[in-house]
């Protein structure tokens, strides 16, 4: 019954990437396998495919959420999967420990299309900076049960959290074949070098003491 609704769900998800508009040019050939060498050609056209250059398995297995955010991504991008090159579509499982999250992070090239399967989820995105500097980021949030789909728009932050007691997992079509993660914390408290104290002290309006604490944290990338 389990395997079913996986493959039901990775069904649901590969139908409504391939009808939706990709954030990616569209191809000039049937494929173009990405190839992991400087001396390649740039283009490997239809007669240098293999069947093992459009496959990936593993996506029936659940991640390892033993980690502080208690989650897991599990992507299948054009680094996991060289066939999607140039095909404008990739995917990704989730899973989380109780009261897991995935926290607020973007992807700067993708729209994302999130379906849950088991367990209980609380998502959100915030939009862009308003017009009137009067008004503030509006925040959409949702509480998502199996079967529910929920679409995170390109760049925008979004973020995904277990609710419940119990493991969730979730699986997300993105409109990229590299879609990209920024994850917010990661990218201004953990960068390298890391971003000046007196920056940041402006921006987020807290003591120095607050930022150099932030900053010398470890802060796990769970892609």
């Given at each position: 019954?389990?395997t079913?609704?996986l493959?039901f769900?990775?069904?649901?998800?590969?139908?409504a990437?391939?009808?939706?508009?990709?954030?990616d040019p569209s191809?000039l050939q049937?494929?173009?396998v990405?190839?992991n060498?400087?001396?390649?050609?740039?283009l490997q056209?239809s007669?240098h495919?293999?069947?093992?250059?459009?496959?990936?398995s593993?996506?029936n297995?659940?991640g390892n959420?033993s980690n502080?955010?208690?989650?897991?991504?599990t992507?299948v991008?054009?680094n996991q999967?060289?066939?999607?090159?140039?095909?404008?579509?990739?995917?990704a499982?989730?899973d989380f420990?109780?009261?897991?999250?995935?926290?607020?992070?973007?992807h700067?090239?993708?729209?994302?299309i999130?379906?849950?399967?088991?367990g209980?989820?609380y998502?959100?995105?915030?939009?862009?900076?308003?017009?009137?500097?009067?008004q503030?980021?509006?925040l959409f949030?949702?509480?998502?049960?199996?079967?529910?789909?929920?679409v995170f728009?390109?760049?925008l932050?979004?973020?995904q959290?277990n609710v419940?007691?119990?493991?969730a997992?979730a699986f997300?079509?993105?409109?990229?074949?590299?879609?990209g993660?920024?994850?917010?914390?990661?990218?201004?408290?953990g960068?390298?070098p890391?971003?000046?104290s007196d920056?940041?002290?402006?921006?987020?309006?807290v003591?120095?003491?607050?930022?150099?604490y932030?900053?010398g944290?470890?802060?796990?990338n769970?892609?």
């Amino acid at each position: 019954m389990a395997t079913t609704r996986l493959l039901f769900s990775i069904a649901i998800l590969a139908l409504a990437s391939s009808l939706a508009y990709a954030s990616d040019p569209s191809p000039l050939q049937d494929f173009c396998v990405a190839v992991n060498d400087s001396k390649a050609s740039d283009l490997q056209g239809s007669k240098h495919g293999h069947p093992d250059d459009f496959f990936f398995s593993g996506l029936n297995k659940p991640g390892n959420t033993s980690n502080p955010l208690g989650s897991r991504v599990t992507p299948v991008t054009v680094n996991q999967l060289a066939g999607l090159n140039t095909l404008g579509i990739s995917l990704a499982r989730l899973d989380f420990a109780p009261y897991g999250l995935n926290p607020p992070h973007t992807h700067p090239r993708a729209t994302e299309i999130l379906v849950v399967v088991e367990g209980t989820l609380y998502v959100g995105f915030v939009t862009s900076n308003p017009a009137n500097p009067n008004q503030k980021n509006k925040l959409f949030t949702k509480t998502l049960y199996p079967g529910d789909v929920f679409v995170f728009p390109e760049g925008l932050i979004h973020f995904q959290f277990n609710v419940g007691n119990t493991n969730a997992v979730a699986f997300a079509g993105l409109s990229s074949q590299n879609p990209g993660v920024i994850t917010i914390a990661n990218a201004v408290f953990g960068s390298d070098p890391p971003i000046s104290s007196d920056v940041l002290t402006k921006a987020f309006q807290v003591d120095v003491n607050v930022i150099k604490y932030l900053q010398g944290q470890f802060w796990w990338n769970i892609n």
